[in-house]
């Protein structure tokens, strides 16, 4: 059985794919780069592939599919970048790698204490051994609201772990979870775009929610809200976000998934003019923490998540119940 592996990192992820490769009996044929018409070739004969996130559209699905691919698994939760149609067009068969919430969950906490304790701005001023006070005083927690959208596993995560900090917590979700109910009120949205001082997103990205957070839902939240996305860029107009941050009626964001952000993360593009305008805007804020969608990346996440879509080729390939599975 033959897997061909798409954006290999030789750093942290070649040891576990060589260690599941040989434990599963398969055959990698692996590479460095994206996957795109360019090199879909390299799949010629390969039962799956491999991926993360980037981009596979009807184009390069037909190219997998004419390889003979029957399987695409990436190494992500999210499959939005995945042209899910397209798969079932082609008979191409499309799974995920779920693994824990806890890297995922400590990272929102992360930004949200970051965001409200002013963090970016107080490291910039140390670094400048500026050692002043004015404009760097924080707010606690305990006494803030914060809205969770989202309450699958890694939102659930973070409802519990907020507990502990005595804020009040709302919560939406398409399906309640009798867990969250414990630590958090289930509230329609309208209620934390009025109610949260800090928002939080953790659902996926889908036709339903694009740009839920614009000029509109912005406009109907408290001055000076905080928003955090470790989710999916597509969820928030960058455009609405930088006016609102422009006019003081966001107080701070932290934000670890962008729109248009495949192709510049993951790569290193110190030397490039870069047409990301919004990213080059919001980085520039001192109120806005930016990462490059690492929110997942753990010593854990990694093992696990090869581990994983390897398990999840061979339990394809033989026929045989696969948990990873999504279409
Ligand atoms: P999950 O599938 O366990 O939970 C997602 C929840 O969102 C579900 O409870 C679902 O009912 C809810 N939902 C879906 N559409 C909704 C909508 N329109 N309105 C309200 N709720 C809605 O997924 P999990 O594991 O909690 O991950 C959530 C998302 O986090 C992923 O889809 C992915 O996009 C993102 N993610 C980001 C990472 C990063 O490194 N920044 C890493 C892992 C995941």
Known sequence: MKVAVYNLRPFDEKEWFEKYGE????????????????????????????????????????????????????????????????????????????????????????????????????????NMQDYTLCGIQGKELKDMTVGVIGTGRIGRTLIRDLSGF???ILAHDLYESEE??????????????????VITLHTPLTNDNFHLINADTIARMKDGVVIVNTARGG?????????????????????????????????????????NRELAILRSFPNVTVSHHMAFYTDNEVKTVVRDSLSSCRLFMEGKENPWEVV
């Open 23 to 126: 434990e599963l009996g398969l055959t990698l044929v692996t590479c460095p780069d994206a996957p795109s018409l360019a090199n879909a070739a390299l799949a010629e004969g390969c039962d799956c592939v491999d991926i993360i996130t980037s981009p596979i559209d009807r184009e390069l699905m037909a190219a997998f599919a004419a390889c003979g691919v029957k399987y695409l698994v990436t190494r992500t939760i999210g499959y939005d970048h995945i042209d899910l149609a397209a798969a079932k067009e082609f008979g191409i068969h499309v799974g995920n790698a779920p693994y824990g919430p806890n890297g995922v969950a400590d990272y929102a906490v992360m930004l949200i204490l970051m965001s409200i304790r002013r963090m970016k701005r107080i490291m910039q001023r140390t």
């Open 166 to 168: 005595g804020c009040r």
């Open 180 to 197: 969250v109910r414990q630590y958090a009120e289930y509230v329609p949205l309208e209620t934390i775009w009025e109610q949260a001082d």
């Open 235 to 275: 969820l928030i107009d960058s455009q609405a976000l930088i006016a609102a941050v422009e006019s003081g009626k966001v107080g701070a964001a932290g934000l670890d998934v962008v729109e248009k952000e495949f192709g510049l993360y993951y790569y290193d593009h110190k030397n490039d003019i870069l047409d």
